[in-house]
């Protein structure tokens, strides 16, 4: 074991860390003869998950547990003046009430504590209680009687630049904006032979995972266990160690299954140190579900962004410049600007290239990562000035991108590690019928044609992760990982890869995930970094394993250690193949034999960039009298190295679609401009799309192991294909109607509204 | 939630018995439910009616068909002999929220729903709920009324009253003196200072039933519903039409919106247009247009007008192709 330099990309950020590493296996390649993995396999928990066995935080009870309720501000910006808890209190079945009078000093966000009597946002919260059951706490908070001073409050990008900041110096989160450059865009502005220029905007997207967040608490003297929904238990460990002073050894983050997360569950929430404090407070076990209106308030979505463009061409379509300004709001605790210019640097050749992103504090719910944060609001605008561009310049919109391909990182000037994204066009293109027509067709009022958008996104993962591989005396094995399974089929793929490496059936492993205690650390299942970061980690233990069981059996059967052959749970002595002896037979030797294979990510590859690629097509109608639109057809190649299971990478391809076109159509917080109350808090009318609105998706992969990447030649696949729906499918609406919808959500009143538009022009022309 | 006694009522008489001030009925509960755990309705009393007899029946007789309040929705929808003979009643039905919501709703809940406006059902202060003002009137108005709003701007949600309406019914109302009956048309009213409400039920009556004539010789209908989304969710704009044609002109119509204004909106002035009138497109484009007049849109939902307008032209082409057929 020794220790290396790593470069490692998540969620569009590069950074350096210093890495355990260790003899790897060597990768599994392109031809390696795999029978477990690579093999379309029922997801091993799925049976748990559909009879409603699968135990969800939501489900936790415990004895003497008591539910807590928050107090929530109704104003976009207030401050606490006075707040008296005495009628709640004395509320039969109230136990405890906690806010600014009682609170102990717990360090939240960017210098603010919790409960420090200022709220930031309409739903902030000021107080908490707990009480005998969930209905007793809400009374209570009623009951509660707060006076608030209001303060002035922003809730946009533009006003936050303007306003007093709601943190430390100022509301733009840095100080300045990020700026980034090659080349020389001006010059190339300037020297053009045609330039296309738009502003272009995304809205606000609420995650709304189906179990919405929550987190039940126990203390036992000074331990803390807390069962949260959460995409990290090793985070949520961490923040709470730091939040309560309480030290990591002492505290205990469990979390089997989780009702989604896209994101919006990376971190501890106020509700799961309110629910440790109050459980603290009352000696209690505490549990705080969110309802689906706080869901819709206080946890997460992601950032709106306004976007103005240019980019510069020759008239063969090559690309000389691109220009990015962007601007991103994420609310009063937004964590960080996400990369929106992402793919304005890196999609395309091209040596002239700006990006400036300025990314705001304001008055509304915290923005948190959104399944591709940044760069799915980022390829919305690019791939659809990149169609505005293919069409200025009459090129086919794919061939203009296939003249712009770039064969390395056109950010860094480092090869890939493996690109398939010529592939993942030519294949899309075939399944979707992409012709010198675009499928164009009216028939009366209804208007179809074809659109296509690229996309790119990291994924390769990277330390620091670790697996264990544990054999117990009945010779069955357990993968042990600190991590967790949000639901895409991560402790199924785990199992593959162990049983592929030990040679054993599928029904040998089982996997144990979703609790820090006596497990080693994984990362947060964020940034598709789950398999290439924990899977390489896996197959390391298992092999840790396979070897000492082989030493074992060389011993046994009195051969060398290099004669010994382990397949299909035997072992056999070459070259004759003999003597036998079976996995089971040898654990029946030694009593109560145990083993435990260790693992360790080991660094990335130097000098090559990992990334993930992808072709998405849309077939989509339009009626230009009523607005409507129907996407009859979504194709969705993508290039993510080996596809360890054909079934479970099918479904994340077909999920992230689905956000996709809600993203595209549906989906978006609505806010009172004047008071910055969220109009849509519910699922009735933030409208998610139904199975009606999901069009047929026709998933496909080029499914080529990246034997750079990693050992077992994955790489991530929970992001991508979300990133490239909705450029697709507003590029195909503008080439059936003809005009261009330049904001999402795409709705029936601004296609109505552009159509009126072009029409009047075409009148006053 | 508050506190609040529950009450099962065994007939129609000691349900109205039951009611009045601070009580309110419920059945399905798809709407009195969710306004309570809003905060929006704080009844003192459930009248709980789902236990009351002969109520969920829909016969067919001699004066046509009669549909009993507690029906579910989506006893509605899927029933043959609606289907055959109110097309657009059934499609009414079909395109309301999602099948579960339809098996548990039923006829009288929807008709005597609350808005759905988002400042109503929210923290808002607003007019209807007894506050001040019209948050929606400057506020974000893009789902509100383009046509004959008051001080409220919010609009009918039912689906089933545009089209009981376009089907001329009648509605069964029993009361403290005994039953009354009225054209479900009068049932709806726009909201005024001293009644804020969107029904002209009063609290201590009950909608029994509603009974919609035999079709006549020659009657052709339709629902059209645009939402936002394909399915589970109101209407941006409906339309309920029906057609009588006699000869291949319109010899009677009712053409009647939803989602539009606080009323099922009943166009009057292009039922009289059409009348012994042939469809012709120069037909459709005039009654088109003029369905939508005297439209006065708010900041976010002049869409609406456009919309409605098309959903006219839509349905009038849809009933030209049913005459012809």
Redesign the interface.
């Known amino acids: 074991m020794k220790l290396v330099k790593t470069r490692v990309e998540i969620e569009g950020t590069v950074h350096e860390e210093l890495s355990l590493a260790d003899e790897e296996p060597k990768p599994w390649g392109a031809d390696a003869d795999l029978r477990v993995v690579g093999v379309a396999t029922a997801k091993i928990d799925g049976a748990e998950r559909v009879t409603g066995r699968a135990r969800y935080t939501s489900d936790v009870t415990l004895p003497g547990m008591l539910h807590a309720k928050a107090v929530r501000s ?1 104003y976009a910006h207030a401050r606490v003046k006075r707040l008296d808890a005495s009628k709640a209190l004395a509320l039969p079945g109230v136990r405890a009430v906690i806010s600014g009078e009682n609170v102990p000093r717990v360090g939240w966000f960017n210098g603010t504590r919790l409960f420090d009597g200022v709220a930031r946002f309409a739903g902030d919260e000021v107080a908490a209680v707990a009480a005998d059951d969930e ?1 007793t706490a ?1 009374e209570a908070v009623k009951l509660i009687e707060v006076e608030y001073e209001q303060l002035p409050f922003h809730l946009d990008a533009e006003e936050a630049a303007k306003a007093p900041p709601l943190h430390g110096s100022s509301n733009l989160i840095g100080g300045s904006p990020k700026t980034y450059r090659r080349g020389d865009v001006e010059k190339a502005l300037r020297e053009a032979e045609v330039v296309v220029e738009a502003d272009y905007a995304t809205q606000t997207e609420v995650h709304h995972c189906m179990e919405t967040h929550g987190a039940v608490a126990s203390w036992e003297g000074g331990r803390l266990t807390v069962w949260e929904s959460t995409q990290s238990i090793q985070n949520v460990r961490e923040e709470l160690s730091e939040a309560l002073g309480v030290p990591l050894g002492e505290v205990r983050v469990i979390c089997h299954y989780v009702g989604g997360g896209f994101g919006s569950k990376q971190v501890a929430y106020k509700y799961t140190l309110i629910a440790s404090l109050l459980s603290k407070m009352t000696g209690r076990p505490v549990r705080m579900l969110l309802s689906r209106r706080e869901e819709s308030l206080g946890t997460g979505n992601r950032q709106a962004t306004t976007q103005h463009i240019r980019i510069a061409a020759r008239s063969d379509g090559t690309l000389t410049a691109i220009d990015l300004a962007a601007m991103g709001e994420v609310g009063a605790y937004g964590e960080f600007g996400w990369m929106t210019e992402g793919p304005a640097q890196r999609l395309y050749a091209c040596s002239n290239v700006r990006t400036v992103n300025g990314t705001y504090f304001t008055n509304l719910g915290p923005a948190k990562a959104f399944r591709g944060p940044g760069y799915a609001e980022g390829s919305f605008a690019l791939e659809s000035a990149i169609d505005e561009l293919a069409d200025r310049l009459g090129i086919d919109p794919l061939e203009l991108r296939l003249r712009n391909y770039s064969e390395a990182d056109p950010q860094t000037g480092r090869a890939y590690s493996q690109k398939r994204l010529r592939e993942c066009y030519r294949r899309g293109a075939e399944l979707i019928g992409w012709d010198g027509n675009w499928g164009r067709c009216v028939t009366g009022s209804r208007c179809r044609a074809l659109g296509v958008a690229t996309q790119i996104w990291g994924g390769g993962g990277g330390p620091p992760a670790y697996a264990w591989v544990k054999m117990s005396p009945d010779a069955s094995f357990e993968v042990i990982v600190g991590g967790q399974d949000i639901g895409s089929g991560t402790k199924t793929c785990m199992a593959q890869i162990a049983a592929e490496e030990l040679g054993v059936g599928i029904g040998r492993v089982r996997v144990r995930m979703g609790d820090t205690e006596a497990a080693p650390y994984a990362p947060v299942s964020s940034g598709s970094r789950t398999m290439p970061s924990v899977g390489p980690a896996v197959r390391q233990a298992a092999a840790d394993a396979r070897r000492q069981l082989i030493e074992l059996a060389a011993d046994y059967m009195d051969v060398p250690t290099d004669r010994i052959a382990f397949d299909g749970g035997s072992f056999t002595a070459r070259p004759e193949r003999s003597p036998y002896i079976g996995l089971e037979d040898l654990a029946a030797k030694v009593d109560e034999l145990t083993i435990l294979g260790r693992g360790v990510r080991g660094p990335n590859p130097r000098d090559v960039d990992l990334m993930t690629w992808g072709a998405q097509f849309a077939d989509v109608e339009v009626d230009t ?4 639109v129907e996407v009859k057809r979504i194709v969705t190649v993508h290039d993510i190295g080996r596809v360890l299971n054909p079934l479970c990478a099918g479904g994340q391809l077909e999920g992230g679609v689905v956000q996709g076109i809600g993203y595209a ?2 989906e978006g917080r ?5 008071d910055g ?1 969220v ?3 519910g699922l ?2 933030y ?1 998610i ?2 199975a ?2 999901t069009p047929m998706i026709q998933t496909a992969f080029i499914d080529e192991a990246d034997e750079a990447a990693n050992s077992i030649g994955a790489k991530g696949l929970g992001e991508p294909p979300m990133i490239p729906t909705a450029p697709a499918v507003a590029n195909a609406i503008s080439r059936a109607i003809g005009v261009r919808i330049r904001s999402l959500p795409i ?3 601004k296609i ?2 552009a159509l ?1 538009e072009a029409k009047e022009g075409e009148g006053s022309r | ?1 508050n506190r609040f006694t529950h009450v099962d009522a065994t007939s129609v008489e000691e349900a109205v018995r039951f009611l009045g001030d601070g009580a309110r009925i419920i059945a399905g509960g798809t709407n009195i439910l ?1 306004l309570m755990k809003l905060g929006v309705a704080a009844p003192d009393k459930l009248v709980n009616i789902k236990g009351i007899p002969g109520l969920d029946t829909m016969t067919f007789d001699g004066p046509g068909l009669t549909i009993g309040a507690l029906a579910k929705i989506d006893s509605v929808a899927s029933d043959p002999q609606v289907r055959r003979r109110y097309p657009l009643l059934s499609q009414a039905a079909s395109s309301i929220a ?1 099948p579960q919501i339809r098996n548990m709703a039923t006829v009288g809940g929807n008709l005597t729903q609350e808005p ?1 406006c ?2 109503y059902r ?3 202060p607003c007019w209807l709920k007894g506050g001040r003002m019209c ?1 929606a009137a ?3 108005n ?1 789902k509100h009324a383009i046509l004959g709003a008051g001080t409220c701007n919010s609009v009918q949600p039912s689906d089933l009253a545009p089209a009981l309406v376009a089907l001329d019914a009648e509605a069964e109302i029993a009361t403290p003196e005994g039953t009354r009956v009225t054209p479900v048309e009068e049932l709806f009213k726009t909201p005024t200072s001293d009644s804020r409400r969107l029904s002209t039920l009063r609290h201590d009556e009950l909608l029994t039933r509603v009974t919609i004539p035999q079709p006549d010789e020659g009657d052709a209908g339709v629902y059209i519903k ?1 939402m ?6 109101f209407a ?1 704009a409906s339309l309920a039409a029906r057609l009588r044609f006699k000869g291949g002109a319109v010899a009677e119509s009712r053409l009647v919106f939803g989602g539009v204004s606080q009323t099922p909106w009943r166009l009057r002035e292009v039922e009289r247009l059409l009348e012994g009138k042939t469809l012709t497109d120069e037909v459709i484009r005039e009654a088109s247009l003029t369905s939508t007049a005297g439209a006065q849109p708010l900041k ?1 939902n ?2 609406k007008v ?2 409605a307008q ?2 006219v ?2 349905a009038l082409r849809r009933l030209r192709l049913v005459d012809a057929a």
């Open positions: 109704p209905e809400e009298l009523t607005g409507d159509f549906t609505v806010v009172d401009r004047r109350v109009l849509n808090p009735e009318d409208l799309p139904t009606m609105d709705t029936r009143e109505l509204a009126d | 939630m969710p999602s759905r988002w400042y929210g923290a808002h948050y400057v506020g974000e893009g645009k936002e989304r394909r399915v589970w969710t941006s976010y002049a869409y456009r919309l098309a959903v032209s839509e």
